[in-house]
């Protein structure tokens, strides 16, 4: 009896506290479904004529969906760059010791805490002046500043779980370091590049006072291209709701994949 | 894992090293340039000292700034942990509702900030939002971008709905972790439930719980987007923290010099604080012997 009493007040915190998460995705979504008349006009919880005309919307002006593209871009961009040169360095860190290493460590996660706000002029004057200004490039190596050391911290600790033997052993056997990295290193510590891999797009992704501060046409990212519809007549929240239903989209579709790894990259590696 | 020593291995973190000093440390340089110079404009500029520092240590705009961002994390803190560590003893341990709870719990953190700033902003809003309408509905008095108190209460909430998650997630890692002995060893001993909690679960999960406590306090000292969104760091002031004063500031007014001093200090007190955790850190990974 007593068991049973406790999964269900368990059931309960966990079904109350859902609730309160999903439960302004929801609005989120219920407003992306409703005419502006119908917002405007009286308030009910469920759209009354279903429409997707606000969807059509953006999925048919190029200067809406082209915001999705530009994201995408600088995003997967980010993300390859990070990968690419986080793999040495946090090989480096599992395997060997060598001078100031443990400072340099430091020093990379302090990069992760630096406030953006920070930054955000510096970059501005700095990739204006090498000519970069409202480019993907930009915004892609203005991410590296905080995902260069997570991915780093991310793999180090993915790395350390792979006993140094096979490192040996592979040496032994001739392999070269390229070759032996790429094709028996790599392959064991998949699941932690894809993790990193996620937490690279995941934190591109969310970022605005970079990429919106870095871009101005070419390169604007969707969530910057949304505080459009405050300009035009009126507010059009139909419109708004859509694009910020859009946003979620490319978050939840990857989320299902690394749901396990999820704790261990927000733990930098180290659970 | 005991490690050689191998100095060669700094040309594998060359590229590590070149790129993060080409987006942090140029940048940073710059920051410093500029506050300990003046200018009339064209481009001219020369030697101001520590006169920019100085004024910002006196300034009672940046304390001001300083003090709201200090009570905003210290609140922030206060209730996600708690109840990050609540949720997550109460989430299901295996099976497909895990699953189903890890996902739903993971998609506020994958919302861009804006995003979620613009989520909040409709949900609170008094006519269209589903919060607002009801509050009016049953008689409160609320309005966000009037009364100080409900912006506060709102910027609150959202970040609790925003980040939760993040505590109850790594909170839950932890609990996994703990093998089924020390249960069923607690159990022969008849130890009470809070027994267990305090001398098995908490420190069992004090390392993440570290993790957890750097990235919230580091996260909620540098927000910028969401309470921007929501309520544009009014009414007044009364929600402008750091970051959204050092770019109102930097790139609002264009006062360069105070600007950076800001931003410099802003970066000291950051770092100190990321310099205490990460000692503490490292300390008990020595401890627990990883």
New interface residues.
Partial sequence: MRKRFGIN??TL??GL??L??????Y??LN?SLKTNQE??GG?S?FPQDLTLANYAVILTDPSWYMGYVNSMIYVVMNTV?SL???L??A?????????G?KH?F?W????R???????????F??YSSVGLFDTHIAVA??H??FN??LA?WILEGFM?GVP?EIDETAYIDGYSFTRFFTRIFMPLIASGIGVAAFFCF?FS?????LSR?LTSVDAKP??AT??RTVSASGMD?GV??AA?VL??VP??LV??FV??Y???G???G?? | ??????????F??L???V??A???V???M??VNYSVQDTFGNNKFFWAGLEWFDEMLHSQRMWDALGRQLIFSAIILAIEVPLGI??AL???KKGFWA?F???????????????VG???Q??GRV?????G?FLAKIGVDYNYTQNILDAWITVIVMDV?HWT??VA??A???LQ?IPDAYYQAAKIDQASRWAVFRYIELPKMA??LM??IL?RF?DS??I??EPFVVTGGGPGNATTF???D??KM??GQFD?GP?AAF?LM??LI??SI??VF?TV?TQMDKRDGV
């Avoid at chain 1, 309160?20 to 995705?25: A, E």
């Avoid at chain 1, 805490?113 to 970059?123: E, G, H, I, N, R």
């Avoid at chain 1, 992704?205 to 006072?209: A, H, R, S």
């Avoid at chain 2, 894992?1 to 700094?10: G, L, R």
């Fill in positions: 007040g368990s915190v966990m506290y859902l309160f998460l999903l439960l302004p995705i609005w989120l407003m917002i405007l308030f919880l760059i690419a040169v986080a040495p360095a090989y480096a860190f599992s395997r060997y010791h060598f001078m290493d340099l430091f990379l996660l302090t990069n805490m630096a406030p953006p706000a920070v930054f955000a002029l510096p970059f004057q700095l190596l203005a590296c500043l260069v050391p780093v350390r140094k995941m992704w969310v970022e605005l006072l501060t969707i969530a949304m505080t929240w708004l709701a910020g946003t979620i978050g939840a989320i299902y749901r396990n999820i704790a261990k927000f733990a930098l180290r659970v | 894992m005991n490690k050689t020593v191998n100095q060669k291995a700094w594998l973190i590229p590590v090293l790129l993060v080409f987006s942090a140029i940048p940073l710059t920051v609540f949720v109460n989430m299901p699953s709870c890890l996902v739903l719990m993971s998609l506020p953190l994958l919302i861009p900030w804006n995003v613009t989520i909040w409709i949900f006519d269209i939002g589903l919060l309408y709905w998650s993040l997630l790594l839950y890692a932890g972790s390392g993440v993790i957890a990235l580091m000292f540098m910028y987007t750091l970051s959204i050092l770019v930097a790139i360069l600007a931003s802003y970066n950051v770092l990321c310099w990460y850190m």
